[in-house]
């Protein structure tokens, strides 16, 4: 019950899985796009893959760059089984993450699709003041016999 808490305290956190240069910088880091893993904290084992551009160059190293909005997403089921911690609301930011200091963030949002019983992930980008179309999709159909809590 404890952990249980505790997972439901912590915003998940990424996991940079792995990289690709895509344009030569002589001075700083590359350009490049990145692979990063998400466990979503409330359905212990599913994991969202996200890959998404990273600005290089001294601008982009020392975080003044600011990235595209272009990302890809994908979840999947990681584990056995699928447990729920907790009851789940019908739509949710499950991470959201500064992406440039001007207010630009990425955000994935978990939504429910209680019809189908199968958790739908949106990755986008918003800013301040204005945001991006761009955005990924992807589902984990969840077996009927796990039906989904919803609140």
């Known amino acids: ?5 505790s997972v439901l305290s912590l915003p998940a956190q990424a996991e940079e899985i792995g990289e690709v240069s895509t344009v030569f910088r002589f001075l700083g880091k590359n350009d490049r796009i990145v692979i990063e893993a998400y466990d979503d904290p409330k359905v212990l084992g599913v994991s969202c893959f996200v890959s998404r551009a990273r600005t290089g160059g001294i601008s982009g190293t020392v975080g003044l760059a600011e990235d595209t909005a272009d990302a890809s997403i994908a979840c999947r089921q990681v584990g056995d089984s699928l447990r729920f911690v907790g009851k789940l609301p019908k739509q949710e930011d ?8 001007l207010f630009k963030r ?3 949002v978990r ?9 739908v992930y949106l990755t986008y980008s918003d800013r301040l003041i204005e945001g991006s179309p761009k955005n990924g999709v992807t589902a984990v159909p969840v077996p009927r016999t796990n039906p989904i809590p919803l609140k």
């Open 94 to 101: 499950v991470f959201s993450e500064r992406q440039s200091i």
């Open 1 to 5: 019950m404890l952990a249980a808490a």
């Open 106 to 108: 990425l955000h994935i």
């Open 111 to 119: 939504v429910v699709d209680p019809v189908r019983n199968t958790l």
